[in-house]
């Protein structure tokens, strides 16, 4: 079997690859894509979006051979801020189609080899920012590339003869910012509340995107360099800080995430068949990985959304039907989420949103919506959603699936912390410490729901902080 589907020509490949260079000239070498881009700040000395745009319109070739195509992680912020609204990710997902097909796996290779320097859970990293399903690259070259990782990367053991470090949360940020300071020398425990490590990446990711497999070897191997991990042990309950300060750890970082979801709202959100987007996307890749009843509902317009909706109709939905309240130009979810959601079959509706659940002894059978129609802009600067009076209608379904949003869960923190927007904590930017002396965080709790570069770069600054504050006090 071929490691990617075949382009059907080479006519073909040659089509695709002068359309994206002829897009690439567009290019202003205004620099705000390299500027916006976490994958700089990450590997400043290997990746720089406008230097590959410019690259691409000289030499198309040694750009598809070079390792530089396999940096970016798709999170749309350099299409944000350009001001010729230039599609890099999109562009990027199809270079990556043309490199493979051309080149094999080499470019990408090197790629790794130098990303597994820097971050210690590698093959997560990268299966879910390059997103190889959009690509249709075998499971098996992830796994293969794994497999070689563990085979020629040094075990290594850290000295922790340094103070004690409390971890709370083993997500992305809290994996990073662990390994960080321990080979920096000091006794890492991580506290995770679910039975498994890896936060989101456990959790949140669908397993045909990310082997639940793959992201608890990769997280032996950190525990194997000697970061405690301790799982069913919830921050607040469980372990207080009050008692990790008794306990004599000299700084805490808190990593726990954004896993408190928004609710509509309305009743019938206990219905059996309503589910958090969370809570459905875990049922799918712990339990049975398969959808109890024929359709799916899915409320919202983000990333998240596209993603329980894609799953769904992945994991046995015979339809799945995602609802927005405003237009597709309004719509948060990156635009190449939005097209691998509609490849898998999802129907989107706009301007229609909920307004009741129903059902029969508690169990969800009809949800009841509205047409609504876009009013004056709101505090966002997008136009407001204005209910359509006496639109009402019902939608038959067997699931429902609220996907608005998610917070952090502000009943594990201590009462002193400072929070602001959405219940995320309120940091120095500079050092990632909290209100509390001694206290910071990192990655989405922080941030609110945002990308794994950007988890790994406050845990960065995070174990850098922490490193300073225990030298300084």
């Given amino acids: 079997m071929s490691e990617i589907s075949e382009i059907s020509t080479r006519e073909e490949t040659d089509i695709i690859l002068d359309e994206i260079v002829s897009q690439a000239y567009h290019c202003m070498e205004c620099g705000r ?63 990556r189609r043309l490199a493979v097909k051309k080149n094999g796996m080499v470019p990408l290779r090197k790629a790794f080899n130098r990303i597994r320097t820097e971050i ?25 590339l794994f497999r070689d990782h563990q085979s020629s990367k040094k075990k ?3 000295r922790t003869t340094g103070p004690k470090i409390g971890v709370v949360g083993s997500g992305p940020a809290g994996l990073m910012g662990a390994y960080e300071l321990g080979k ?12 498994d490590p890896g936060g989101m990446f456990t959790v949140a990711i669908p397993e045909y ?22 799982t069913n042990t919830k921050f607040g309950r469980d372990i207080t800080l009050d008692q990790m300060l008794k306990d004599n750890y000299r700084a805490i970082l808190l990593a726990s995430g954004a896993h408190a979801c928004k609710e509509l709202g309305i009743k019938g959100e206990d219905f059996q068949g309503v589910y958090t987007t969370l809570e459905f996307l875990a049922a799918l890749k ?20 596209m993603d329980a ?23 948060p979810a990156d635009m190449n989420e939005i097209r691998e959601a509609e490849k898998e079959g999802v129907q989107i509706r706009f301007l229609e949103a909920p307004v009741g659940i129903h059902g ?17 802009p709101d505090l966002t600067g997008r136009r407001k959603p204005v209910p359509v009076e006496g639109s009402n209608f019902i939608l038959e379904t067997d699931n429902l699936v609220i996907a608005i949003g998610e917070k952090p869960q502000t009943e594990s923190f201590p009462a002193k912390i400072a929070t602001g927007k959405d219940d995320t904590i309120l940091v120095n930017p500079m050092t990632m410490e909290t209100s509390i002396p001694g206290v910071f965080a990192a990655g989405d709790n922080v941030l609110g729901p945002a990308t794994v570069p950007d988890a790994i770069i406050g845990a960065r600054r995070a174990a850098s902080g922490i490193e300073n504050y225990i030298k300084t006090s």
């Avoid at 425990?189 to 679910?194: A, K, L, M, Q, V």
């Avoid at 995107?209 to 301790?230: A, C, F, M, T, W």
């Avoid at 339990?287 to 998240?304: C, D, F, M, W």
């Avoid at 939905?317 to 309004?330: G, I, S, V």
């Fill in 33 to 95: 894509c390299t500027g916006s881009c976490p994958m700089v700040e990450l590997f400043p000395n290997d990746f720089h979006p406008h230097h590959l745009l410019s690259d691409l319109t000289k030499d198309p070739e040694k750009v598809l051979k070079g390792p530089e195509l396999w940096y970016c992680a798709s999170c749309y912020k350099c299409n944000a801020r350009c001001p010729q609204a230039l599609e890099y990710p999109y562009f990027i997902m199809q270079l």
């Fill in 286 to 305: 712990f339990k049975n990985k398969k959808v109890t009843g024929k359709t799916v509902v899915v409320i919202g317009g983000g990333n998240t959304a």
């Fill in 156 to 158: 290594v053991k850290f």
């Fill in 120 to 144: 210690p859970f590698p093959v997560s990293f990268l299966s879910v920012c390059i997103h190889p399903e959009r690509i249709n690259m075998e499971p098996s070259i992830l796994e293969k």
């Fill in 184 to 195: 920096k020398g000091y006794q890492v425990t991580i506290f995770e509340s679910h039975s």
């Fill in 209 to 230: 995107r990310l082997p639940l497999k793959i992201v608890l070897d990769e997280i032996n191997q950190i525990r194997d360099s000697g970061i405690e991990i301790r």
């Fill in 360 to 376: 029969v002894k508690s169990k969800l059978s009809q949800l009841e919506c509205m047409k609504m129609q876009l009013g004056e």
């Fill in 309 to 331: 909706a894609a799953a769904a109709m992945r994991y046995g939905a015979k339809e799945a039907t995602l609802l927005y309240r405003r237009t597709r130009e309004e719509m």
